[in-house]
């Protein structure tokens, strides 16, 4: 991590309150202590009581615990607590082990994986149950989160039959306080209570999940805004429910919602909701709800796209405890192999909030653990990454003037560009990582850590709305960010060599020619946009050189430059210090020597459909009298000089914005903590 990244999250780190779960929302209050007659909350009456203690020489690892379960089992319910520092330096310092629960293996010589996987709750499901019927209605849900009805399954857990033979508890190890920050035994002691049932009511109506329908939510080329990483109640107990989210995702701009064409619903990891979408599917046309699943690692969070399998998500050793004694069942496996998981069951792959509380700032490991990507070049091979989240959450403080930008946006900026540097092509996706639909927590109006669904939007052009259709736009580079939601401006990038004909390429495309004339447009930037401007277009080239700026002076604005220089060139869009829009590149390689310039496809005739209605761009063609390389203070080439912003200036009003916005975010944070 470099050196900004980490001066700039030890003072993040000096405003933060206590700890915090896995994506920086207050933890809930802990209702499965441990006491010397076992763990708190709901009653329990035990068949099997496990108990143990786990070192820091385990954090990060998974560590298997079997037990057995006799035929006639109709529900397993199991019920889990562990211990905490007794005297922690800083309310963030605190352990953690993470639940999951596998089923009997058809090979004993392996351990548990993927085949055996009846789900994973992380430290937010406590007290769980699975058996063959299926969850609890949405209305005892919302009612209650955490009241569990007897029999049924608990949401974050698959349904299925209960087959006898060796079953394991997982304890995830995620974070074990040294003695050096109050966990004087340098230990966490873990308790799991496990009840066997044999109820005939509990296994009566087996669970039948909804057909999924893959059919194009809507059939033609267009550009198509959603939002790649929604979370709802197969994810924490309290999330929002599939309606709530899907009727703020797909309710319209004007009524205050998102306004979204689609959401893919990544809850985590073990894909329970999956058969839960069918039910919905109906009652949202032309709107697409796509399969997916936030897989936690402990050294950074990924989404499994589209192929609707499950993966394994535990790239630590995995270890198996018989009788006291820890056996090494399995070594660590790193990021790449998730990757090839997922790309090998048809899916796509996007990490996610890549720089989010870094781990090299003690304490931000328990304020939102693993979050940050951590993994080295090597283990990731970025060559199987086909997304990067360039924008997750709040786009900055809800307040007057919106001063921004959010800093993880920044540092996300910065991650993208050294992942392109590795020589791959990787769309730019902004994301919500939304768990409350529209809800947004917040004190005095300052959303902190918490976005709306939408907040931020990834504009795809697809060749259709559909699972398919949608992989294929990201796959292809073709996208930008909102990043503060779907209300703001669109943007359009084209671009063709000179002198050869045939349909521009869009963002994510390759061409291949010595003079290239670029076009990028912004639409809704004007004076009467939402929210007003001024708005400042920059043109990046490589990581953060720009080569061209203007200002935005009407609803329907233009651009063009050309280039002579091979690189990757893309738009970024501000309003004041706020970042509003970040596109994936152009790239700009050497003509080949057979004179075929128009690279990877250059551009695919019907690219230029619009169905947002805010702008049309086909058979638009670069206009003449282009340069090179535009000074900022002439962006159209003409003389006439635009009204632009210096790059310098634009750099010290986003710095000054950053550091409104870190004593805003600290403020707020010790509002909601009672600290301030």
């Not at 109506?205 to 939002?227: F, K, L, M, N």
Request: aromatic content about 8%; proline content about 8%.
């Amino acid at each position: 991590m470099g050196g900004r990244a980490l001066a700039l999250g030890c003072l993040i780190l000096a405003l933060l309150p206590g700890a915090a779960n896995a994506h920086g929302q207050q933890l809930p209050p802990v209702f499965t202590a441990m006491t010397p007659d076992g763990c708190t909350g709901r009653a329990i009456e035990p068949d099997v009581v496990k108990t143990g203690s786990f070192g820091t020489d385990l954090q990060g690892s998974y560590v298997m615990v079997p037990f057995d379960v006799p035929s006639g089992t109709t529900a397993v319910r199991v019920k889990y607590c562990y211990s905490q520092p007794e005297a922690p330096t800083s309310a963030r310092f605190r352990n953690t082990l993470d639940l999951g629960l596998y089923e009997p293996r058809s090979d004993s010589s392996r351990t548990w994986g993927v085949p055996e996987f009846r789900g994973w709750g992380g430290s937010s499901h406590p007290d769980v149950t699975v058996s063959p019927e299926g969850f609890s209605s949405e209305a005892d849900y919302a009612a209650n989160p955490r009241r569990e009805v007897p029999g049924k399954t608990t949401r974050a857990f698959r349904p299925g039959p209960m087959e006898p033979g060796e079953w394991a508890v997982e304890l995830g190890v995620a974070a074990v306080t040294p003695p050096e920050q109050g966990n004087l035994g340098g230990d966490v002691a873990y308790r799991v209570e496990i009840e066997l049932s044999s109820d005939p009511a509990f296994a009566d109506e087996p669970y039948t999940p909804a057909p999924y329908d893959r059919r194009p939510a809507r059939r033609g080329p267009g550009w198509y805004a959603g939002d790649l990483h929604v979370h709802a109640e197969h994810s924490a107990y309290g999330d929002a429910t599939m309606r709530e989210a899907f009727d703020y995702a797909f309710g319209s701009l004007e009524e205050g919602k998102a306004g979204l064409d689609f959401i893919t619903l990544s809850d985590y990891v073990s894909g329970s909701g999956w058969g839960e979408i069918g039910r919905y599917q109906g009652n949202y046309p032309g709107k697409l709800v796509a399969r997916s699943a936030e897989v936690i690692t402990y050294r950074g969070h990924l989404n499994n796209h589209g192929s609707a399998k499950v993966v394994d998500y535990r790239e630590g050793p995995i270890y198996e405890r018989r009788g006291g004694a820890t056996r090494l069942a399995r070594g660590v496996q790193p990021a790449r192999s998730i990757f090839d998981q997922i790309r090998a069951a048809g899916g796509y792959t996007q990490i996610n909030h890549p720089t989010i509380f870094p781990s090299a700032v003690p304490g931000f490991g328990s304020f939102c653990r693993g979050c940050e990507w951590s993994y080295s070049d090597a283990e990731t091979d970025y060559s199987k990454v086909d997304g990067i989240e360039v924008a997750t959450g709040p786009a900055g403080l809800r307040a007057p003037l919106e001063p921004g930008p959010n800093p993880f946006t920044l540092t996300a900026i910065q991650f993208y560009e050294d992942a392109l540097d590795t020589g791959n092509k990787i769309a730019a996706v902004g994301v919500s990582d939304s768990h409350n639909a529209g809800r947004t927590p917040s004190e005095s109006g300052l959303g902190v850590t918490q976005a709306p669904i939408g907040e931020g939007t990834t504009v795809v052009f697809a060749d259709e709305l559909s699972e398919a259709g949608v992989k294929r736009g990201v796959e292809a580079g073709h996208t930008y960010v909102k990043v503060a939601g779907n209300d703001r401006p669109d943007l359009r990038f084209e671009a063709r060599v000179a002198g050869r004909g045939g349909p521009p390429a869009i963002m994510g495309d390759t061409v291949r020619g010595d003079d290239v004339g670029f076009e990028a447009r912004v639409l809704g930037g004007g004076p009467g946009g939402s929210p007003a401007g001024p708005y400042t277009l920059l043109v990046m080239k490589d990581r953060l050189e720009p080569v061209a700026s203007a200002l935005v002076p009407d609803d329907d604005f233009t651009l063009r430059f050309r280039a002579r220089e091979r690189g990757r060139y893309r738009l970024q869009l501000m309003r004041g210090t706020a970042i509003e829009g970040v596109s994936s590149p152009i790239y700009v390689e050497a003509a080949r020597g057979d004179g075929d310039g128009d690279g990877d496809g250059g551009g695919a005739g019907e690219r230029g459909s619009d169905p947002d209605g805010r702008g049309r761009t086909e058979d638009r063609a670069p206009g003449g009298g282009d340069v090179d390389r535009l000074p900022a203070s002439d962006p159209a080439g003409d003389g006439s000089g635009g009204g632009s912003l210096p790059f310098t200036g634009f750099l010290l009003a986003t710095l000054l914005g950053l550091g409104v916005s870190l004593a805003g975010l600290g403020l707020a944070l010790r509002r909601r903590a009672g600290t301030g």
